[in-house]
Antibody, heavy 118, light 107 residues
Framework: EVQLVESGGGLIQPGGSLRLSCAAS????????MSWVRQAPGKGLEWVSV???????YYADSVKGRFTISRDNSKNTLHLQMNSLRAEDTAVYYC????????????WGQGTLVTVSS | DIQMTQSPSSLSASLGDRVTITCRAS??????LNWYQQKVGKAPKLLIY???SLQRGVPSRFSGSGSGTDFTLTISSLQPEDFATYYC?????????FGQGTKVEIK
């Protein structure tokens, strides 16, 4: 059974850093197209970052230069390093596995809340 | 960037009603269009992928259609568990953008 379990969220001051983790089971992270998608309180969904199986990474303009997506193959885990956090980064962050040729998100984690506030 | 526009933003419907939600892309995306359902406090759930393919385990009352720039999600007979927010998402480009969502409420 495929499972994605996020951790690492919390309250952080503006300008601070946080590292999110997503522990995967039931499949191999490094063989898949993995993403982070976020949702600000009461708002819609925003694709934050992706990492392809080959290692290529892409970022939304809103986080480029501040966030870094990576994976730990030995632990089958996906990470999102978030630096220089801003109030507008406050959101639930979902770990997501993209499946099939349609590039749809077939599997989602339960989400972890990041609150950026002083 | 490809923009996705859903309509309506919200709707009220009764049990058993046929419900249609539309999604328009700012440029042609072929059939790289997916639909998700999200309930309050929960992660989204994939309903339809590639514009018209039903995800495994999703009831057959859900259907999708369209290609190019115009797409539709239809619920043939609204059930109590269908009250939720629905999002379209284009997967034509690397960072697939989502529509703003359509909230389906009880009339």
């Amino acid at each position: 059974e495929v499972q994605l379990v996020e951790s690492g969220g919390g309250l952080i001051q503006p300008g601070g850093s946080l590292r999110l983790s997503c522990a995967a089971s039931g499949f191999i992270v490094s063989s898949n197209y993995m993403s982070w998608v976020r949702q600000a309180p009461g708002k819609g969904l925003e694709w934050v970052s992706v990492i392809y199986s080959g290692g290529s990474t892409y970022y939304a303009d809103s986080v480029k230069g501040r966030f870094t997506i990576s994976r730990d193959n030995s632990k089958n885990t996906l990470h999102l390093q978030m630096n220089s956090l801003r109030a507008e980064d406050t959101a639930v962050y979902y770990c997501a596995r993209v499946t099939g040729g349609s590039n749809a998100v077939g599997y989602w984690g339960q989400g972890t809340l990041v609150t950026v506030s002083s | 960037d490809i923009q996705m526009t859903q309509s309506p933003s919200s709707l009220s419907a009764s049990l058993g009603d046929r419900v249609t939600i539309t999604c328009r892309a700012s440029q042609s995306i072929s059939t790289y269009l997916n639909w998700y359902q999200q309930k309050v406090g929960k992660a989204p759930k994939l309903l339809i992928y590639a514009a018209s393919s039903l995800q495994r385990g999703v009831p057959s009352r859900f259907s999708g259609s369209g290609s190019g720039t115009d797409f539709t999600l239809t619920i043939s007979s609204l059930q109590p568990e269908d009250f939720a927010t629905y999002y379209c998402q284009q997967s034509y480009s690397t960072l697939g953008t989502f529509g703003q969502g359509t909230k389906v409420e009880i009339k």
